[in-house]
């Protein structure tokens, strides 16, 4: 008999092939031209724009939504990616409710805030729908640079540092580029392929090698790297995740939420991937939001989201928390895991109420629970790398480490949020500043 | 509520509110639909002299200008007069106006530049029962490569001399309407008084190209490749008719000369301002392509509230009521000092005033880092640029200055009394007394 909603244990196939792809399909369908002409109206073409200035990437944005309005939307789309190669990336995860668009002055005037991103997408989708690429590189310079990492941040360098006339060659762990992109980011938010088409664009500029399967830290390491390139560009990312420390926390059916985020990315058919009956998150951050949404998603029957602070203090945004709560997610705040409960699988979890300051207040309850995803933070993991400075990697200025010729960028790096398009600024200008350096050298 | 009735050289309609002849008017169907939406009057749309109907083009017959949001700005259109059959029309207005005997019905006319020409239509039209006539002085496409339409309208004289047969063999009221592709309103104007007009309506419609297809490289609205000027109407062309209006309406020997005010006409606002600046009435066309017959309940509804509003009984207590405040550039108070003034809790921060101020005027407006607007009175020569480009209506204002205080951009006192050009210092033509 199949499952449904109300099978109990972690299993596939609890949703119907059509709810599945209802499920997972775009969370935001793209503007269409209409839309988009009516939407890029509403731009004031503002001075010195607070949207730009809110952007980590500064995108001039009124003047993108000028060109959509007038017509000429692959011009808006090279205005937007020569800030932001990863634009169309972006466009589909930018939380713009904590950036552009609540910088936007119609989020002042009226509560309604330009639609940014859904523009944004416009233009980008209708130059990637073009087949074209309008960057070329400049002549060669006869300078190699590798590039650790295949995400948001390395991706960034590596195209800006092509486009500058070097050879790149960019390794990456996973088997697939993208990082995040690929496997970090929710269904709903980058469906149909999105990630890898975008990487495959993004190479078009040429002078970039792609390997993929390749660890730092295995038989590539960062001192060969340095012997062997004129420049090194780290972008690995967070690569562990943080446990919650509870008794119990490795029993059967605890899982982290990456991992289960990442599965559920590569799954070729989202009806043989299993997820709990009742699935408990733990986390108040982006990653936690998506697993959770997802869990639902995918038919889980209760789906309940812990996290041990308040919701003002999550990190992720109240769209993204009235997203979870829209699916049927329940969000508890002010509690934490204490004790996993259950014979070899898990079976309840016990949570207990804490005050603002993280104090245990003594009262607790129980949930019941067959699946729990710990989405309590990431930390970087490898040796072999430079000088760290509160769990990540030391960077001054534009992402200069503690070595020499060493740049490093993205989650990975002290500086900015952990937000794809502050990896992209961050891969962006640490390009410009290996270049200065590797030109400067001469 | 004020009560809106109208009586314009005689004619009594429910309303200020007429559709100008064109496409609107054309036809039975559509004018009993338009009295049926409340609608006070129609002007016919123009007929010709009998014989083998006009012909129009095959392909677009309207150009368009849009704002923000595909809004209609401006419209022009090659369309000519009617091309039904004269005595279809004829039928049709002698039905309507039996059926609606409270509204008003006028007939617009273009025939050639002969005598026998107007005194036969003239005739015909008589026996419909209509409430009067308009001369189509007007059109600037088509009819006037034929010598009708504005190339009457651009002759004084023509316009006098048809003015005159018209009275001469009709006892029907006599409108003329004038085009604007002149150099001075006044011109025809009195042309037509002179003749013995009963009235004048203006605007007919502006020369234009609305657009080029940049594909074809051709003017817009394109027809088999080429295309060719059109009349231009809709908001756009308000403030050019607005002006007209007003010009007749101050000169004194045209003093009288009633008035139906023709241009971009599309809520009761713009109609007021129009009846403001010496209109009796109304016509309307453009707002009512564009949003159909149902507008003018607005019309009707904004200018009762506003007649409400100001204590006036009737539509005619407002006709001209600004026309003595229209004067001359010099004569305009020199001493009368503004400053611009933002208010900082309903703007949003865009910095368009910044922009333009800072851009293209007189560097006038602070921006701080925290995006606070201010104004720099020392530099502000109140040129209102600000306040044009200001998303938030009343957001900026312009701020008389007291008599007595000193203006920081002059450090000059500012004076109660009157003072303009015809009395300054440096105007070559004052004369000193001597």
Redesign the interface.
């Given at each position: 008999m199949a499952a449904n909603a109300l099978t109990p244990g972690i299993v596939a196939g609890r949703l119907t092939p059509e709810d599945y792809a209802r499920n997972f399909s775009d969370l935001h369908p793209p503007l269409d031209a209409h839309e988009a002409?009516?939407e890029a109206?509403?731009c004031?073409?503002?001075?010195?724009?607070?949207c730009i200035t809110a952007c980590p990437t500064s995108i001039d944005i009124p003047l993108f939504i000028r060109q959509i309005a007038t017509g000429t939307a692959q011009a808006a789309a090279e205005t937007i990616l020569t800030q932001n190669i990863l634009g169309g990336m972006c466009a589909r995860v930018c939380p713009t409710e904590t950036l552009c668009e609540e910088a936007c002055?119609?989020e002042?005037?009226e509560g309604k805030p330009v639609r940014i991103g859904q523009l944004q997408r416009f233009a980008t989708d209708t130059l990637m729908a073009s087949g074209t690429h309008p960057f070329a590189r400049a002549a060669p310079t006869g300078q190699r640079v590798a590039v650790v990492g295949a995400g948001p941040a390395g991706l960034a360098c590596a195209h800006r540092l092509a486009m500058k006339g070097h050879e790149v060659v960019i390794f990456d762990a996973r088997p697939k580029p993208g990082g995040l992109n690929e496997f970090g980011i929710a269904a709903y938010k980058t469906p149909d392929g999105f990630a890898q088409a975008e990487v495959a664009w993004l190479l078009e500029i040429g002078g970039i090698t792609l390997r993929a399967g390749t660890a730092l830290g295995g038989e590539m390491t960062l001192e060969a790297l340095r012997a062997a390139y004129d420049a090194v560009f780290l972008g690995i990312g967070l690569g562990g995740v943080n446990a919650f420390g509870a008794p119990g926390d490795d029993k059967e059916g605890v899982e982290d939420a990456t991992g289960f985020i990442a599965e559920l990315r590569q799954a070729g058919d989202l009806g043989a991937l299993p997820v709990g009956r009742d699935v408990v998150v733990i986390g108040g951050g982006m990653t936690a939001i998506d697993a959770a949404v997802q869990a639902k998603l995918l038919g889980a029957l209760n789906v309940t989201l812990v996290y041990r602070r308040s919701r003002a203090r999550m990190n992720a945004s109240r769209f993204e928390q009235d997203l979870a709560t829209s699916k049927g997610v329940r969000i508890i705040t002010n509690a934490s895991p204490v004790a996993v409960h259950g014979n070899g699988a898990v079976r309840e979890i016990e949570i207990e109420y804490t005050d603002d300051d993280l104090r245990p207040t003594g009262e607790r309850f129980r949930l019941a629970a067959d699946q729990v995803l710990r989405a309590i933070g990431q930390t970087l993991v490898g040796a072999d790398l430079p000088e760290r400075e509160g769990g990540k990697i030391r960077v001054t200025g534009a992402g200069r480490t503690s070595l020499p010729r060493v740049w490093a960028g993205g989650d990975c790096a002290t500086g900015g949020d952990d937000l794809t398009v502050t990896a992209v600024a961050e891969g962006r200008d640490a390009a410009e500043d290996i270049h200065a350096t590797l030109m400067a050298e001469g | 509520m004020a009560d809106l009735t109208t009586t314009f050289i005689g004619i009594t309609s429910p309303n200020p509110f007429w559709l100008a002849s064109a496409p609107p008017t054309d036809k039975e169907y559509n004018v009993r639909r338009a009295f049926e939406a409340g609608w006070g009057g129609v002007v016919w749309k123009t007929l010709g002299e009998d014989g083998p109907p006009i012909v129009n083009v095959n392909g677009p017959r309207y150009g368009a200008v849009w704002g923000?949001?595909?809004r209609l700005l401006g419209m022009n259109n090659i369309e000519l007069i009617t091309d039904r059959p004269l005595a279809v029309n004829l039928e049709e207005i002698t039905r309507v106006k039996r059926d609606w005997p409270d509204r008003a019905l006028v007939v617009s006319l273009m025939v050639p530049m002969n005598e026998g020409a107007w005194k036969d239509i003239l005739a015909r039209v008589e026996d419909t029962g209509c409430d009067g006539v308009e001369l189509n002085f007007g059109c600037p496409h088509g009819m006037s490569e034929r010598g009708m339409g504005s190339a009457v309208g651009q002759v004084p004289d023509y316009v006098q001399q048809v003015t005159e047969w018209c009275k001469t063999h009709s006892d029907l009221p006599v409108i003329v309407k004038l085009t604007p592709n002149i150099t001075d309103i006044r011109k025809p104007a009195q042309a037509a008084r002179d003749g013995g007009a009963d009235a004048v309506s203006l605007i007919n419609t502006i020369n234009s190209i609305t657009a080029v297809d940049l594909d074809l490289f051709a003017p817009e609205p394109t027809i088999d490749g080429k295309g060719a000027h059109g009349g231009y109407c809709g908001p756009a062309v308000k403030p050019i008719a607005l002006n007209m209006v007003a010009e007749i309406a101050r000169t004194p020997s045209l003093a009288g000369l009633p008035i139906s005010g023709i241009g971009g006409v599309t809520t009761w606002r713009d109609a007021a301002e129009f009846i403001a600046l010496g209109a009796g009435n109304v016509q309307v066309c453009t707002a009512a392509m564009t949003y159909g017959f149902k507008v003018v309940h607005e019309m009707i509804s904004g200018l009762s509230q506003y007649l409400d509003e100001k204590g006036l009984a009737s539509v005619e207590a407002l006709v001209g009521r600004a026309v003595p405040n229209l004067s001359d550039w010099q004569n305009l108070n020199l001493n009368y000092v503004t400053k611009a003034r933002i208010d900082e809790a309903s703007c949003?921060?865009?910095?368009?005033c910044?922009?333009a101020c800072e851009d293209t005027s007189h560097q006038a407006i602070a921006?701080s880092p925290e995006?606070v607007f201010s104004v720099k009175d020392e530099e502000c020569v109140a040129c209102n640029l600000c306040v044009n480009v200001c998303?938030?209506e009343g957001c900026i204002t312009m701020v008389e200055m007291a008599p007595g205080s000193v203006d920081p951009r002059t450090g000059r006192g500012v004076k109660g009394q009157h003072a303009d050009w015809t009395t300054h210092p440096n105007n070559p033509g004052t004369c000193a007394a001597e």
């Open positions: 002409r009516v109206d509403r004031y073409f503002c001075h010195d724009a607070p002055v119609r002042a005037a | 923000a949001d595909r949003i921060k865009c910095g368009r910044f922009a921006m995006r998303p938030v």
